[in-house]
C-alpha cells in the first residue's frame, strides 16, 4: 500500500493516512486485518498536516492529532530554507469513538513535517523548527488527557543543544538520536519522564556503511512523506538483548551491540529495495465503543 502513510502504532493498533489525498484515515490490525475508516475532518485548498496517534491511560481514550499548517485566501506565509512556513495552523484531534473532530484553535509551535516520533507518558512528542534567530529546536509534547502542548525541557548543555536530531522511545524512556561529525549519533534518554536532570547521554554510535548502501538500487516514484529527509540513519528501539536497532536511508536495517561497539546488518528474506519502518507491536486489540463495532 504504498499510498498510505503510518501515523502512529499503538497498543496493536496502526494508524494509517492516505498520502496521495490527506483525506482518508484508517485505524487497522494488521494481526487480525480488521481496519476501519475514520471520520472526515476539515480540509484546506493549500496545506501542511503533522499527524498522532496515541492511547491515554488517564481517560482510557485513543485519539488522532491533526495539526494542519495552512494558507487560506490571502493569510501570510513566507519560506525559510528553501521551504514554505505557513502562518495560520489549527490543531483538530478525534477521540475514537465520536462522530466528529474537534477543534482547539491555533497551534503555539512551528512543528517538524512529520508525524509523532515519541508516545510516551501519555503524550505525543515532535522536535520543533528551528527559529530565525534560534537554530536551537525544542522538544514539544501534546497531552492526550489535557489536550495541551507543553515544552520538555532539555539539559543546559551538551549535543541536545543542536538542531539537528530526532526523538524515539527505548525502553519506553523518551530518548533523542542527535547528529554529530562525520556520521556519528549520540543518544540522549531522559530516565525519569519530564525531569531535565535526568537526561543522559547513554550512547555513542560511530558512523557505519552498511553492505547494502554500497549498492546501487534504483529509487522508485514514491514522495516518501515522512521518510529519512536527508537523515543517514534513524534510530527505531532498543531490543531486549541491549542492541539499538537502526534504519539506514530506507533500504537498510541494523543493528549496533552498545558493549561490543559493533554492526551487524539484518538481511531479511523478502525486503524491497525501498521501505519505511514502523515499531509496533502486535496483538488482538480492537476499539470496543459502539459506533465502531
Not at 491515554?56 to 499548517?69: A, D, L, M, N
Not at 543546559?156 to 530526532?166: A, I
Request: glycine share 6%; hydrophobic share 35%.
Amino acid at each position: 500500500m504504498p499510498e498510505f502513510d503510518v501515523v502512529g502504532s499503538c497498543n496493536g493498533l496502526l494508524c494509517l493516512s492516505d498520502s496521495l489525498f490527506n483525506e482518508a484515515l484508517y485505524l487497522f490490525n494488521p494481526f487480525t486485518t480488521s481496519y476501519v475508516e475514520l471520520p472526515k475532518s476539515i480540509q484546506y485548498p493549500d496545506q501542511e498536516v503533522v499527524f498522532g496517534f496515541g492511547f491515554s491511560e488517564r481517560t482510557k481514550e485513543y485519539k488522532v492529532v491533526k495539526i494542519v499548517y495552512y494558507r487560506n485566501g490571502h493569510s501570510s506565509s513566507y519560506k525559510l530554507s528553501r521551504r514554505m512556513i505557513y502562518t495560520q495552523s489549527e490543531v483538530q484531534i478525534l477521540t475514537l469513538g465520536s462522530s466528529s473532530w474537534r477543534s482547539l484553535g491555533k497551534v503555539p509551535h512551528q512543528l517538524v513535517r512529520r508525524h509523532s516520533e515519541a508516545l510516551v507518558n501519555g503524550r505525543l512528542h515532535w522536535a520543533s523548527r528551528p527559529r530565525r534567530f534560534n537554530p536551537a529546536r525544542r522538544i514539544i509534547s501534546f497531552d492526550l488527557a489535557d489536550e495541551r502542548f507543553l515544552e520538555v525541557e532539555k539539559p543546559d548543555c551538551g549535543g541536545l543543544s543542536r538542531c539537528n536530531y530526532h526523538l524515539a522511545v527505548l525502553r519506553g524512556c523518551l530518548s533523542a538520536a542527535v547528529y554529530c561529525n562525520y556520521g556519528r549519533l549520540e543518544i540522549w534518554v531522559m530516565k525519569e519522564y519530564n525531569v531535565k536532570e535526568s537526561w543522559v547521554k547513554e550512547f555513542n554510535i560511530g558512523s557505519y556503511m552498511p553492505k547494502g548502501l554500497k549498492q546501487h538500487v534504483e529509487q522508485p516514484f514514491k514522495n516518501w512523506k515522512n521518510g529519512s529527509n536527508g537523515r543517514v540513519v534513524r534510530v527505531l528501539c532498543q531490543l531486549k538483548n541491549g542492541e539499538i536497532l537502526l534504519e539506514y536511508k530506507n533500504r537498510v536495517l541494523a543493528c549496533y551491540d552498545p558493549k561490543q561497539g559493533k554492526f551487524r546488518d539484518l538481511v531479511l528474506q523478502g525486503t524491497p529495495n525501498w521501505f519505511q519502518t514502523v515499531v509496533h507491536v502486535g496483538s488482538l486489540n480492537w476499539i470496543d465503543t459502539p459506533s465502531y463495532i
